[in-house]
């Protein structure tokens, strides 16, 4: 049987003593699987993405993408930056260098990172922007560019690093109604391209169509998960009937 690609075990967060934001979250993730994480506001969604990559750094447990593992009770930084190789993130915000074209901050990781010749880089960048329907605006600052745009720019970015998984959180959370499908329609690409991706969204008819498996979160657990029919069309968990009953 295949290992998975991503595992995490007994991952625990907490700000404080008081505030719990992820209990004992366990889950695997297999290539090419697309999840989508959905659930109340302060649930844990986004933190438990962050810790995924250590913008947030966990309180207990152990987090492995590929080769790399790293438990938050004794790791070194080079493990993090190693562990975030295999990683990309996609923000609500964008996250873009406004001084920089899209082409730029396309290629900005791969020159200063990967330390790749710019040359490389930019056929990369600019393979990327025509994927995700952006090779037109290249030369344009994010101040130039629409939210569905910038977020389009954000996705090639993060496709660049070539990871073994892309976060998303909330990629369209920010954006005007009209905007969002331009986004959601390049994220079910790289679905059918067989990109591993987890998301944090709450477009829960999007999730039905992208994912291939949907995960429930309430009070910083996993409650439920499960194929999107599952859990969308034909919920038993009495808290996730309750949540889908305001959002579909």
């Given at each position: 049987m295949e290992k998975p690609l991503v595992q995490v075990e007994h991952l625990y967060k907490e700000f404080g003593k008081e505030t719990k934001v992820l209990k004992d979250i366990n889950l695997a993730i297999n290539k090419n699987e697309v999840i989508a994480i959905i659930g109340p506001s302060g649930t844990g969604k986004s933190t438990l993405l962050r810790c995924l990559n250590y913008l947030t750094i966990p309180t207990k447990g152990v987090i492995t993408i590929g080769?790399?593992?790293?438990?938050?009770?004794?790791?070194?930084?080079?493990?993090?930056?190693?562990?975030?190789k295999h990683s990309s993130m996609v923000f609500q915000g964008y996250h873009l260098f406004k001084n920089k074209t899209a082409m730029e901050n396309v290629m900005e990781a791969l020159v200063t990172v990967h330390k790749m010749k710019k040359k490389e880089a930019?056929?990369?960048?600019?393979?990327?922007?025509?994927?995700?329907?952006?090779?037109?605006?290249?030369?344009?600052?994010?101040?130039?560019?629409?939210?569905?745009?910038?977020?389009?720019?954000?996705?090639?970015?993060?496709?660049?690093?070539?990871?073994n998984v892309i976060l998303f959180?909330?990629?369209?959370?920010?954006?005007?109604?009209?905007?969002?499908?331009?986004?959601?329609?390049?994220?079910?690409?790289?679905?059918?391209?067989?990109?591993?991706?987890?998301?944090?969204t709450h477009e829960v008819r999007f999730a039905r169509e992208v994912a291939t498996r949907v995960l429930f979160m309430?009070?910083?657990?996993?409650?439920?998960?499960?194929t999107p029919e599952e859990i969308l069309d034909t919920p038993s968990h009495p808290r996730l009937k309750q949540f889908l009953k305001y959002v579909n």
């Open positions: 080769e790399i593992r790293v438990d938050a009770q004794d790791y070194h930084k080079k493990d993090v930056l190693e562990l975030r930019k056929d990369i960048a600019l393979e990327l922007l025509a994927k995700v329907g952006m090779l037109e605006r290249k030369d344009f600052y994010p101040s130039k560019l629409s939210g569905g745009q910038q977020q389009r720019v954000g996705i090639a970015r993060a496709l660049a690093v070539n990871p959180d909330e990629p369209t959370s920010a954006l005007d109604p009209e905007l969002v499908g331009e986004v959601l329609q390049t994220i079910q690409q790289l679905a059918k391209d067989g990109t591993t991706m987890i998301l944090v309430d009070e910083g657990q996993i409650a439920a998960q499960g």
